[in-house]
């Protein structure tokens, strides 16, 4: 936004395709806004909700009380943007991902929800005969998605530093007691590390080859996905925007190109 760069597509899944939506708006500041006054808040996150709502972030509050009643988003803004973003979400009979129009992103946020429902600590959603789970588990860096759509040049933004890989995933017993509906979940929660490596690598390739510009922490992260240390996600904020501000040269140099 500092650059004045919208970029014509987006493909989001998980926190991202939240995340993207202050982005789209041109809401410059509105997601560190959220962190700062909210994420600290025992109502946004905590095993608490887990116990009440079997989410363990608290559906109601983080995506329809905060945007409608404290830190609004510009749907007027965000509906004007000629621009194609994707949300995507795994469905669970078939354990692929399902790619929503920016459409179909309303203000209720059914299919953001959808997106960032994480496996074992999020109910399935339904949305439109759909049930639907986290998109990160079947597409964590949906580069082929991009590439498949006709894209040449890339912006991938991680949340994890260059050196890292993800490994296999360590609660497999919990999974068919929990899943034994959807197997195709199951499925894919055990094979989510080698698709997350298999497109981190292909990321890598492109950079390597002038056709991706990667955006990531230079160090481990020393938050996880459920934290609320208000200090460490500003932190942490601050540092994506820094290192974001760093690449903008080599973002536009590319834009040029493939032009």
């Not at 497999?172 to 698709?195: D, G, N, T």
């Amino acid at each position: 936004m500092d650059a004045g760069i919208l970029f014509p597509y987006i493909a989001a899944v998980s926190a991202s395709s939240a995340n993207a939506l202050a982005y789209i708006a041109g809401q410059r500041g509105r997601n560190r806004q959220v962190v700062e006054y909210y994420v600290g808040d025992k109502r946004y996150v905590g095993v608490r909700n887990l116990l009440l709502y079997r989410s363990l972030f608290n559906i109601e509050f983080v995506f329809h009380e905060i945007p409608q009643k404290h830190i609004f988003i510009d749907w007027e803004v965000f509906d004007q943007q000629d621009i194609t973003f994707l949300t995507g979400a795994m469905d669970c009979q078939t354990g692929k991902t399902l790619w929503f129009p920016k459409a179909e992103v309303t203000p209720e946020l059914e299919v953001t929800i959808a997106s960032c429902a994480i496996p074992m600590l999020a109910p399935i959603v339904r949305h439109k005969g759909y049930s639907l789970l986290d998109g990160g588990v079947s597409d964590p860096i949906p580069i082929e998605k991009s590439i498949a759509d006709g894209n040449t040049f890339h912006v991938v933004v991680l949340t994890r530093n260059a050196n890292y890989r993800k490994p296999e995933f360590r609660y497999k017993f919990l999974l068919k007691p929990l899943y034994s509906k959807y197997p195709k979940v199951i499925e894919a929660m055990l094979q989510r590390h080698e698709i997350y490596n298999r497109q981190l690598e292909l990321c890598e390739q492109l950079e390597r080859e002038g056709k991706a510009v990667i955006i990531r922490p230079l160090q481990p992260l020393t938050v996880d996905r459920a934290g609320s240390d208000t200090s460490k996600l500003l932190a942490l904020y601050d540092e994506g925007h820094k290192e974001g501000k760093a690449a903008v040269e080599r973002v536009e140099r590319l834009l040029s190109s493939a032009k």
